[in-house]
């Protein structure tokens, strides 16, 4: 493990949020009703198909893991060496009851932020990280999270973040500008749509190359996976 260097620390507000209770909530919540089902089985079908794109890697790190949603997805690929982090201690703790025994022994689980990694350089094949770009708005923090996943994988990257382009980012942004227009002192954007111009440049800007993306409905929803390769 490397010494936490706090020079590269940021602390986002929205990662206070998920305590115990909310962590709990989140374990649950992709299995609550039929249509959260439905987008939990095309969510792990595009990060599969983004897991082949970026060559079947060897090992990977799930940054954040969450309550473990992907390491049944991670676990399919025999031999495959997985470690899961996350900014929360209780997420963490959610990961270990819900998940099951075996597939947790398999895995390597820490506390880290994903802007202060806590594993050397070029230590995994692959960063895969799922639904944590979306609540970065600024681009000088996404450019501090990307320049440590370069350092900490030796070959690719599977990101998901909310894209322009599509019908859902469309509402989305309307909504957004009615909440401001409501109440502008407690409005607080705690995610965010990102130009597809705008975050391809940002990759190419921290060294990566684009291998491809996978969008979760085309032109329909603002969910899309990136696939970089260092
Ligand atoms: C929306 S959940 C996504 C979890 C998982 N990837 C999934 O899709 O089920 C966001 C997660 O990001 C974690 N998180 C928040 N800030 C973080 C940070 N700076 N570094 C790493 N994880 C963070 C939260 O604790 C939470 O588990």
Redesign the pocket.
């Known amino acids: 493990m490397s010494n936490p260097d706090t020079s590269k620390s940021?602390e986002?507000e929205?990662?206070k949020k998920?305590n115990r209770d909310h962590a709990q909530q989140?374990a649950s919540k992709?299995s609550e009703t039929l249509s959260r089902r439905l987008s939990n089985w095309r969510e792990q079908r595009i990060a599969r198909s983004s897991l082949k794109l970026a060559g079947n890697p060897k090992s990977v790190l799930d940054?954040?893991?969450?309550?473990g949603?992907?390491l049944p997805l991670l676990a399919e690929q025999p031999n495959r060496k997985i470690y899961a982090?996350?900014?929360?201690e209780d997420?963490l703790e959610v990961v270990k009851q819900a998940c099951d025994e075996a597939l947790v022994q398999h895995v390597e689980l820490f506390q880290?932020?994903?802007?202060d990694i806590q594993l050397p350089d070029n230590s995994v094949d692959c960063i895969f990280s799922?639904?944590?770009m979306h609540?970065i708005g600024n681009p000088e923090n996404r450019a501090q999270m990307l320049k440590e996943f370069y350092r900490v994988s030796a070959d690719t990257v599977c990101v998901s973040l909310w894209v322009d382009g599509n019908r859902q980012a469309k509402r989305r942004q309307k909504l957004e500008k009615k909440r401001q227009a409501i109440d502008p002192d407690k409005y607080n954007q705690n995610r965010f749509v990102i130009r597809g111009e705008q975050i391809e440049q940002e990759f190419m800007d921290a060294g990566f190359n684009l291998l491809g993306s996978f969008d979760f409905l085309p032109y329909i929803s603002m969910w899309r996976i990136y696939v970089l390769k260092k």
């Open positions: 940021v986002l929205f990662s998920y989140y992709h940054l954040p893991c969450g309550a949603r992907f982090a996350d900014y929360s997420m880290s932020s994903a802007f799922m639904r944590l609540h």
